[in-house]
């Protein structure tokens, strides 16, 4: 199959039977197809998620029998599903290498969602985590990339377009290194640190636009891989905060913000982990957090628990709720405080 110009042959037939409109034979090479790809074979999704075939091949799945009206996936993904480079990437294999993991997610997800069977999944999934470790990699490692990010993200002449488009991408860009090794996600955060992600993060919780802020909760999250990091930024930078809001302090207003659910409990499990392990006799990062916190932000959480009225619990249910869970954790793991 793959030393016979199969797949040559294959999209041949498939584009011959497409101008004719013979459409016994478009189902025919569809179900053809679909039979190789649960095949499972490493060798074949190589050959036919390449670059030479993967638009043929989603051309192919379009004349599903089973469905009554022919599916346009290839013009949704040539017309709505382009990609938007928020910084140029040179690399051209990193960028076939993000087109080829859309198609792949597409197939996966929307083309062939209820005719895989489990193996075939895992499979398409490992080919994408893969994907997503080898894109990470090479961009992490562009340093005329992660430059001319973060200077665009500093710039104060940036569009709030560009903003949003830049920060969304650094989101996705810590959300797909979940595919690396925990030793190469520790340097990432590392790495990202030393280029100013923290300051970054800070101006982004100040936005008034939800998405940003879901956004930055979603990047800090990431960052928190290494608590010690954040301690030190937090410690670091209390005193000298730009609008005299600290992180600290945008963390704390986070939890107290009514944005809704998920977003609360990203604040609340970032504020878990920075409290999390800090005993009193702990290293030096840890030992001064965990006293900024109890001197300038325990009694504020107090104070909005006090402060609120009864006829406000309704609305306040869950704001309520994780600051009480934050108070109890408080509780369990410093009790020498």
Do not use: W
């Amino acid at each position: 199959m793959l030393q016979r110009d199969f797949f040559p042959k294959i999209v041949d037939l498939f584009r011959t039977c497409k101008g004719l409109g013979d459409m016994d034979g478009l189902h025919k090479i569809f179900r053809l197809v679909k039979a190789i790809i649960l095949l499972n074979s490493a060798a074949i999704f190589d050959k036919i998620f390449s670059d030479d075939f993967i638009l043929d091949i989603i051309g192919v799945l379009e004349y599903d029998p089973e469905v009554r009206n022919v599916q346009n996936h290839s013009a949704f993904l040539k017309e709505h599903a382009v990609f938007k480079e928020a910084i140029p990437i040179r690399n051209a294999s990193v960028v076939s290498k993000i087109h080829q993991t859309y198609r792949i997610c597409y197939i996966k997800d929307v083309i062939l969602q209820k005719g895989l069977d489990e193996a075939t999944l895992a499979s398409l999934n490992a080919i994408i985590n893969a994907n997503y470790a080898f894109v990470v990699c090479l961009l992490k490692d562009d340093t005329s990339f992660m430059q001319r990010l973060f200077a665009t993200m500093r710039s104060s002449n940036i569009s709030a377009e560009s903003k949003r488009e830049l920060v969304l991408f650094l989101r996705e860009f810590c959300t797909v290194s979940s595919s690396l090794q925990p030793a190469q996600r520790m340097q990432l955060s590392r790495d990202l640190a030393g280029r100013g992600v923290f300051d970054i993060i800070s101006d982004v919780l100040r936005s008034q636009e939800k998405v940003l802020v879901s956004a930055g909760t979603d990047i800090l999250h990431y960052l928190t891989q290494d608590p010690n990091l954040l301690r030190s930024y937090i410690a670091n930078h209390e005193e000298s905060s730009r609008e005299g809001i600290s992180l600290l302090g945008l963390l704390i207003e986070g939890i107290a913000t009514d944005f809704g659910g998920e977003m609360l409990c990203q604040f609340l499990e970032i504020l878990k982990v920075l409290l999390d392990g800090c005993t009193a006799d702990t290293v030096t990062q840890c030992r001064d957090f965990i006293e900024l916190f109890y001197e300038k932000c325990f009694d504020k959480l107090i104070n909005i628990i006090e402060s609120s009225r009864v006829e406000e619990y309704s609305a306040k249910l869950e704001i309520l709720y994780n600051i009480c869970e934050l108070l109890c954790f408080c509780a369990r793991h410093h009790p020498y405080k």
